[in-house]
């Protein structure tokens, strides 16, 4: 499918909440479940499914970007036109980020599993006080697959309740949507065989694909805006896949360009990227620069134990690997799509190298250190709370029996420790009081 132009809108979605909608508070919030890759992910949702309120537009000839705002003046809320439905704009450029408010902020994703009776009003609590301390930014993760069970056909649900929770606690938005994950391609059934292996023999920027996914954005980018967000990841650590099929690189790059491009004839204020990990910061490291350089800001996931040993960082090595980064970006911003710090199981012998006060530490000299950098804008705790066992073990039983490089019981521990608060009663760890004062 051709870019669009701004005065063709054809399939797209326009998205708006009433008045009633926007009113509801959080004690009127439900916990709603959603599955991301055989994953749950949960958030806080109004309790009136905001999917009643999705408009579908048919082509609209010779109609601007204005006609469209005059569906926001038609019982949907007024106060959401600027952001929400605002058309394209030629005087501001999508790498600086303009829709995301001045300054270094910081965020954090919740969980991926469904809270329990034992943890759920800590969590609760917990997310309470990082936005009374003043956090403004979410995330929000999706799967292509997902949004598009069969060929053009979209289940817009699957994005808008993720985003309208995010929206209704004010937060300004980062979307990782996924065609390409660390366990290999995100993808409509159709267009692949498995994970690793594309359908009919397609490079990763064929036109099919490449068609298909601008059909996807015409509705998600304008939905993305109308619930603030800034910022659109197409891919998350794709460096992973790459490393074991180099030929991969270049079409995953030209891909990037291509959505980035056809993102901004939608909204030029989007920025468009795709999620590295920090083995892009090697010296070896080919794939990294055209992925950057198809781009408009530079996206990272970053943890205080390196690959794949599971070892501390040091606080050199950490301030290094920032400055690293902004090399890499080449005066682009840089977002940390996630930025985490295991603290450790204790009585475990697993390889695992942390504690709770190496995580506080890590917590208080990075955020300090991206402070001081502005290229930074934003970074996301992964996660608020730890991931439960019975997510933990099967996720990483397969790497006892592939016996592969990195140790099943440190990349267990990781998980059942990655967050501010415990498991199984939400119990507060210190690094929870660093992460709120870092804010």
């Known amino acids: 499918m051709p870019a669009i132009g701004y005065n063709e809108i054809e399939g797209m979605s326009i998205v708006g909440a009433g008045k009633a909608l926007v009113s509801r508070n959080l004690t009127d919030a439900t916990y709603v479940v959603t599955r991301h890759k055989g994953r749950a992910a949960i958030g806080a949702s109004l309790s009136q499914s905001p999917k009643e309120n999705v408009m579908h537009m048919s082509r609209s000839q010779g109609a601007d970007w204005r006609f469209v705002a005059t569906y926001c003046f038609s019982g949907l809320l007024t106060a959401w036109l ?4 605002a058309g394209p704009s030629g005087s501001v450029s999508a790498a600086d980020l303009p829709l995301l408010p001045a300054g270094f902020h910081l965020g954090e994703m919740t969980t991926f599993s469904t809270p329990t009776q034992g943890n759920s009003s800590a969590i609760e609590s917990a997310r309470a006080e990082l936005l009374a301390a003043g956090m403004r930014v979410g995330r929000a993760q999706v799967g292509w697959a997902d949004l598009e069970p069969m060929p053009g056909v979209f289940d817009e649900s699957e994005l808008l309740d993720r985003l309208a929770s995010l929206k209704e606690e004010g937060l300004m938005i980062f979307l990782t949507l996924e065609t390409i994950d660390s366990e290999g391609f995100v993808l409509p059934d159709d267009l692949q065989d498995d994970p690793l292996t594309l359908s009919n023999g397609m490079a990763f920027d064929d036109a099919r694909m490449t068609d298909r996914f601008a059909a996807l954005l015409d509705w998600v980018v304008p939905m993305l805006v109308a619930y603030g967000g800034y910022a659109i990841a197409v891919g998350n650590e794709p460096d992973n896949t790459i490393r074991d099929q180099p030929d991969l690189a270049a079409p995953v790059a030209r891909f990037l360009g291509t959505a980035r491009r056809h993102a901004h004839t939608i909204e030029t204020r989007m920025a468009v990227t ?22 408009d800001v530079l996206s990272m996931n970053y943890y205080c134990q390196r690959l794949p040993d599971f070892s501390l960082r040091s606080a050199a090595t950490v301030l290094t690997d920032l400055d690293e980064m902004v090399a890499l970006a080449d005066g682009r911003q840089i977002l940390l799509q996630e930025l985490g710090c295991s603290a450790g199981v204790p009585g ?16 208080e000299r990075v955020t300090g250190a991206m402070r001081e ?16 066992l019975e997510l933990a073990e099967p996720l990483s039983q397969p790497l006892c029996e592939e016996g592969l490089s990195i140790p099943c019981a440190a990349f267990r521990d990781a998980m059942l420790s990655y967050g501010l608060l415990m498991w199984e009663d939400g119990a507060r760890r210190p690094s929870f009081d660093a992460f709120r004062d870092a804010i």
């Open 348 to 363: 475990s012998n697993s390889e695992l190298d942390g504690s709770e006060a190496a995580q506080v530490e890590f917590i």
């Open 82 to 85: 600027v952001v929400g439905c």
């Open 274 to 295: 795709m999620t590295l990990t920090d083995a892009a910061l090697a010296a070896d490291a080919t794939f990294a620069a055209p992925i950057v350089a198809a781009s």
């Open 373 to 388: 950098r502005d290229a930074f804008r934003a970074a996301y705790w992964f996660t608020l709370v730890d991931w439960p």
